[in-house]
């Protein structure tokens, strides 16, 4: 139980905050601890799970690690010297994360178990109304600023099988591992071959029966240089915090150069596609199997994946690929096609269904309602999932995304784009504390200016060229979700609140908003 927030039976039943943040993931406790750092301490944190760490606390499955380098994904005010290893396992992240909160003295501000159901704008008192559950009672908070860091892959997207829901074993997904299943000895049937899959499937062979891995599309899989530090090292990182610090400058700029160049210039990933090929060549002595774990799409177009141990687990005399399409789900089996009417039937005891996230049909989205009265939802259904800087959208006044539309990436750390976010956040507030605006709303021409040109550029790059589909593009073949550029460039375009692109409404006598 936290304090705040905690209903009284004396107070009134909707309870004014100054901001609203959802989510206790990076984001959320970024932001958190950036508005108490401000002297802003009237907000609360709704969070529906028990814990703070977002995708850290929920993806416990075996194996789960971090492909970012662990000096650079952790918050730049907030150095960890107690990483282990140069890429860090999930349970040492979510321990920072626990860690990082408690130390910050905010978690007070945090209210667990607590569902936010829907967010409303009211346009006469230019507040957010946001209604939450929590232990199956509902409350309803009105709040002049909502942050929204729900985490862009954060709601678990099944697919869409035959027969999937008359499975009579044990079925999950990967993010809601289940821990009470032990997998010892059991027939075990993986679905997918994405970042998650691949982490799994090693630690699963070695203790399941069978494993049969069912691949779509295969991906690129570059060795991962993956090392644990030594005393002495750690010693050093702990003592000698500039070391630390240029040990994270070393590993942004090694990656903010090279990666962001191939999304243009898909040639110059020549040498590690390279590496992706040995990679295989090394794990893999079958040379059918070599064939079919090699891609046929440019490095880059889907997120390159690291890991050492995933092909020789492939090559494991008690794992099959299979690469035949799923043509159903039997209660006891899975059954897949060859598309010549060839079925084969494969039992299984278990199914873990690693096939990633909703991406650009985020839940939640169906439950933020916006000046005009319609969803984001709506919105985004006629326009594309779109904001302006990735963070505020017309019509949604004072409502902040973050990990919003096209500031996802796929070669560096969220943690980087997060904070430069929550430092736009900021600087907003800080405006519209000085000039006692009650609304900010970005211009419907500037936003769709921003957009225009992200599309513009998005078109010449590898997510776009590279012969793949992926969960970047959206139904209509859009990359709503990358940042097409470096991320010292979003940083700067975050850098100040822009106030000409948005219009603003004066406090304290209301008006509708107007460009
Ligand atoms: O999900 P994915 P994920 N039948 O969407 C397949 C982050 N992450 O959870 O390629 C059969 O990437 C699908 O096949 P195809 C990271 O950003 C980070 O693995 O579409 N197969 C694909 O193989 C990552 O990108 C870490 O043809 C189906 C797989 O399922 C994001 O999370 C670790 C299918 C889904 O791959 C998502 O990764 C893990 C169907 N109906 C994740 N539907 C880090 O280390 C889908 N697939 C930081």
Redesign the pocket.
């Known amino acids: 139980e936290v304090a705040a927030g905690r209903p009284s039976p004396a107070e009134p039943t909707v309870r004014e905050i100054d901001h609203l943040v959802v989510g206790a993931g990076f984001a959320g406790l970024c932001t958190a601890i950036k508005l108490a750092e401000d002297g802003e301490h009237d907000f609360v944190v709704l969070e529906k799970g028990d814990d703070v760490g977002g995708t850290w606390r929920d993806?416990t499955y075996p194996g789960?690690?971090?492909?970012?380098p662990s000096q650079l994904y952790s918050f730049s005010f907030a150095p960890n010297p107690d990483w282990t290893s140069s890429f860090s396992p999930q349970p040492e992240i979510q321990a920072y994360l626990r860690r990082v909160a408690r130390e910050s003295g905010t978690l007070d501000r945090f209210r667990f178990g607590t569902r936010v159901e829907d967010a409303t704008w009211d346009d006469e008192a230019a507040r957010w109304t946001v209604r939450a559950t929590r232990d199956g009672a509902s409350e309803t908070w009105s709040a002049r600023t909502l942050v929204v860091g729900a985490g862009g892959?954060s709601e678990p997207?099944l697919?869409?099988?035959e027969g999937i829901g008359s499975f009579a074993g044990h079925l999950f997904h990967?993010?809601r591992w289940d821990h009470d299943v032990d997998l010892t000895g059991k027939r075990v049937a993986v679905?997918?071959?994405?970042?998650?899959?691949?982490?799994i499937v090693p630690e699963v062979q070695k203790v399941a029966a069978r494993l049969d891995v069912?691949?779509?599309?295969a991906?690129w899989v570059i060795p991962r240089s993956d090392r644990r530090y030594s005393a002495l090292e750690r010693a050093a990182l702990r003592h000698l915090p500039g070391l630390q610090r240029a040990y994270r400058t070393g590993v942004y700029w090694a990656r903010e150069t090279y990666v962001p160049a191939f999304t243009f210039a898909p040639g110059i990933a020549f040498p590690a596609r390279k590496l992706a090929e040995a990679n295989i060549a090394r794990g893999i002595s079958d040379p059918d199997l070599r064939e079919r774990v090699t891609p046929h799409f440019a490095l880059g177009c889907?997120?390159v994946l690291i890991s050492n141990a995933y092909y020789p687990a492939l090559d494991a005399d008690n794992v099959e690929l299979v690469t035949d399409r799923?043509a159903r789900v039997r209660p006891t089996s899975v059954v897949t096609t060859d598309g010549t009417g060839r079925e084969v039937e494969r039992e299984v005891d278990v199914i873990v269904v690693?096939?990633?996230?909703h991406t650009t049909d985020l839940p939640i989205t169906e439950h933020l309602v916006g000046r005009r009265g319609r969803t984001l939802a709506d919105r985004w259904r006629e326009s594309g999932m779109a904001a302006y800087k990735g963070t505020t959208v017309p019509e949604f006044p004072n409502l902040f995304l973050l990990v919003g539309p096209n500031t996802?990436l796929g070669h560096s750390s969220m943690v980087f784009m997060i904070e430069s976010q929550v430092q736009y956040l900021r600087e907003a507030l800080r405006t519209m504390r000085l000039n006692a605006y009650a609304a900010v709303e970005p211009r419907e021409d500037v936003a769709a200016r921003w957009n225009s040109r992200l599309q513009q550029r998005m078109k010449r790059t590898v997510w776009h060229r590279g012969g793949?589909?992926?969960?970047y593009l959206d139904e209509h073949g859009r990359n709503t979700t990358l940042w097409p550029r470096t991320t010292f460039g979003f940083r700067a375009a975050l850098r100040a609140f822009d106030t000409a692109a948005y219009a603003v409404r004066g406090a304290p006598t209301p008006a509708p908003a107007t460009q």
Request: hydrophobic share 35%; proline share 5%; net charge positive.
């Open positions: 993806n789960a690690a971090c492909d970012v892959l997207r697919p869409d099988i990967s993010a679905i997918g071959t994405g970042a998650s899959a691949i982490q069912h691949q779509r599309t991906p889907k997120r799923i690693a096939t990633g996230f996802g793949c589909s992926s969960w």
